[in-house]
């Protein structure tokens, strides 16, 4: 075990009754709920006929000469000069024609291979903060080994199914390589598959390739069963940087995910009305979706979106607001509209685990289950508006998705579930407390939480009247203390350690 670790000892299986944190098995969850549609098809054309308008008339500049090509080959107008690039509806409609609506994504636990499309949802790491809190040892900047301690969580929470692009960046290391040690962490300390970095080609191909080291495939294998995924994220409005796109290429011509998601904030990076923010937040993405089937016909490939708004008087991004969950829901109307699976967030805007962050990522959440999201990514975690992640808040989100899982499990209508029996064995007046029917399903009949406390208030008093964000504390420590390294061969920690090694020299002081 490396000694980074807050806490020692071996994981201890949760189960009702036992030590070890009660927690949901791990399992591919399905959304068999109707999704909700909160536009009628009317606007939903309306917003498409808008943003072809914008890809047609107004164009995408793209800073990268390989996009350029492909684009041009594909019939685009291309200005070189400007490097906009404009396409029509038919280049779209081609592209769709070949994106498929949904993929398997394999790890190197073959036991947890995610399904992403129809009803399957999964539930991502926050990725992406350069800071780091708990309420021990307060806010700090992002380090190696509060990474490491993430990915364990990570594996150890079942709520979990999936690991974001550093779910905090390890500041001490340099920017150009630190990537090899977040992948090796992900690798080694998870049997999870995670999001790679796309920014550049070499990002990317070093993701594919250490996944496939540690699944033992081979490059053509990963091709056909894909392992890793990736983030591009569209500098809106309207730009695609030459890292971005090179890494979008390089993953789509290897046979890996993509999810192409806009950052559209409302009032800064779009107008101010959400009619509009989708307009151009559904073009970006498309876009996008073009670019990998242009790269490799079939690739797999997201719709994400990421819209949202910003404070007014402050210039601040929010989430969790009434404007971002029902951009959530019409999201998910756009992607199903042109077949594919479907990305979005439940992020919140707070400092602090507090009543403002469950709030807002309760209500975000809420619009990405009603939107009928395939991957809700930053899912566990995310705080201070993407900028710090949060041992606590992680611990609140995994109860938040513990409910969600719990809630989206279909009712049994089975005759004994119906009860009749038990109805009429317990007299007018009686209870059922020591009914057969109620004691056969003493440890089953309703979702047991791992964070919330439902003693009366003199016995929570006698226990030290611990709030929701000291027993978060306690969880996590817990959760590390339990966690168990998942066994990995000794002859591929061996490759693994050897291609990071070798790479990092490769790199030296260069780019990736």
């Known amino acids: 075990m490396s000694s980074d670790r807050k806490g020692g000892g071996r994981r201890v299986r949760a189960a009702r009754g036992g030590e070890g944190i009660v927690q949901l098995p791990w399992r591919q969850v399905r959304n068999t709920c109707p999704p909700m549609n909160l536009i009628g098809e009317e606007q939903l054309e309306q917003l498409h006929r808008n943003s072809i308008r914008i890809l047609s008339e107004v164009g995408i500049r793209v800073m990268s000469g390989k996009a350029l090509d492909l684009f041009e080959k594909a019939g685009a107008i291309v200005d070189r000069d400007e490097q906009v690039i404009r396409i029509d509806e038919s280049i779209v409609n081609a592209a769709l024609a ?28 926050v990725a992406g903060p350069p800071n780091v809190h708990d309420c021990i040892n307060g806010r700090r900047q992002g380090n190696l080994t509060d990474y490491r301690n993430f990915t364990r969580l990570a594996h150890h929470f079942n709520a979990i199914h999936i690991i974001g692009n550093q779910v905090c960046a390890p500041m001490e290391l340099p920017a150009n390589s630190r990537h090899l040690d977040t992948y090796h962490a992900n690798l080694t300390l998870s049997d999870l598959s995670f999001h790679c970095s796309a920014i550049g080609r070499g990002r990317a191909l070093d993701g594919i390739k250490m996944m496939a080291i540690a699944r033992g ?12 995924i990736t983030i591009i994220s569209v500098n809106s409005p309207r730009l695609f940087d030459d890292a971005m796109a090179d890494g979008l290429i390089a993953m789509a011509e290897h046979g890996q995910p993509v999810t192409v998601t806009p ?15 989708l307009s151009q937040q559904n073009a970006e993405a498309l876009f996008g979706v073009v670019l990998t089937q242009l790269a490799s016909p079939g690739a797999p490939v997201m719709y994400g979106a990421f819209t949202s708004n910003v404070d007014m008087r402050s210039g601040a991004p929010t989430f969790g607001t009434p404007e971002n969950t029902k951009a959530n829901i019409i999201s ?51 705080l201070e508006g993407g900028l710090t992640a949060s041992y606590e808040k992680l611990v609140l989100d995994v109860e938040i998705l513990q409910n969600m899982m719990a809630f989206l499990e279909p009712v049994s209508f089975a005759e004994d579930d119906l009860g009749f029996d038990a109805i009429r064995s317990v007299p007018s007046g009686g209870h059922f407390f020591g009914a057969e029917h109620t004691m056969a399903r003493y440890d089953t009949a ?3 939480p791992m964070l919330s406390n439902w003693q009366n208030f003199g016995s929570w008093q006698d226990a030290g ?13 817990k959760a590390l203390a339990e966690y168990e390294e998942p066994v990995l061969d000794p002859a591929i920690r061996e490759e693994l350690d050897a291609y990071v090694a070798r790479r990092r020299e490769e790199i030296g002081g260069g780019e990736p």
Not at 220 to 228: I, K, L
Not at 263 to 277: C, D, E, N, Y
Not at 465 to 477: E, F, G, K, N, Y
């Open 98 to 125: 070949t994106a498929p609506s949904s993929f398997t994504l394999t790890s190197r636990n073959p036991a947890k291979r995610l399904t992403l499309g129809g009803d399957a949802m999964v539930f991502g790491l």
């Open 217 to 228: 495939a081979s490059l053509e294998e990963m091709r056909a069963e894909p392992g890793v």
């Open 263 to 277: 950052f559209t904030l409302m009032g800064a990076m779009t107008p101010v009305t959400l009619a509009a923010a």
């Open 332 to 382: 998910g109307q756009l992607a199903r509209r042109y077949g594919l699976p479907y990305r979005t967030s439940n992020s919140n805007a707070s400092n602090a685990v507090d009543l403002q962050a469950t709030y807002e990522t309760e209500m975000s959440t809420w619009g990405a289950v009603l939107g009928g999201a395939n991957m809700i990514y930053h899912a566990a975690g995310w």
């Open 446 to 448: 309703f979702y047991r």
């Open 465 to 477: 009247s611990r709030d929701a964000l000291q027993r978060a504390t306690d969880i996590w420590q």
